[in-house]
């Protein structure tokens, strides 16, 4: 595989007091890449790393164990090549495993479909993840209130159409392993494809391997390396953000490959209610640009996606 040159991501500040000139630079990061690093945040380095050291933990646990809380509702334990990210793909699946962790009782009353470790195997688990879960939720909207400014609209925008009524935010755990053994076909720790929901805030460990493709039309497809500043998330935009804005703002193809090195991730993705509908903004089109997309439920679409994902 030839070696991919390094991208030059814009970083963000999220605690500049200057929003307009930051909504500035979101703008053309959402425009030219879909990708930024987000700088400032708000969620603390020591809560970073208790979550990164309990998701080891987790992982770290025997294989039976893991799969007592296999995947319910998009909730619990992926294993090794569950999933296939790009459904094109020829791979047996993604070689990662993964966990996800879903609205939380303070959000949804769906709440009760999130699964847990036990309390004697990791005593801290649960509370960590929450704790994570809530700051990083704080970030991202204090985000979206920046991207509406950044789209000439006003701050609370998304609230007012439904999005956060409630949010439907997770969390993905995912272990990446160093050692795959041997197999002759095309193995990739998450193959092509791009996210899904409104905005997903990325915590990496320093170990290499995420890859953007800027331009997901042409070929052969150009594979660029995202690398990792210490505290900053990895933030991009996803599909139901590309489908409001009718492309103008990118959800990027991204892929992780493997290394030879083990690796840890955090993803938290911000998606909308579900009955929130996601449609053309009319500041995005016009007789000359039409909508691309039409109308669509948040929840029909993630549950289309995840369908082809899981293959079910």
Known sequence: MAKAKALQLPIIDLASSDRITTANSIRQA?????????????????????????????????VEEKVKLARKDNRGYTPLYAEKLDHSSSSKGDSKESFYIGPLESISSHSNRNQWPSEEALPSWRSTMESYYERVLTAGKRLISLIALALNLDEDFFEKVGAFNPPTPFIRLLHYPGELGSYDGEICGASAHSDYGMITLLATDGVAGLQVCREKCNQPLIWEDVHHIDEAFVVNIGDMTERWTNCLFRSTLHRVIPTGQERYSMAFFLDPSPNCVVECLTSCCSELNPPRFPPVRSGDYLNERFRLTYGS
């Open 30 to 62: 959402c425009v030219e890449c879909g990708f930024f690093y987000l700088i400032n945040h708000g969620v603390e380095e020591t809560l970073q790393k208790r979550a990164f050291d309990e998701s080891k933990k987790f992982f770290a646990l025997p």
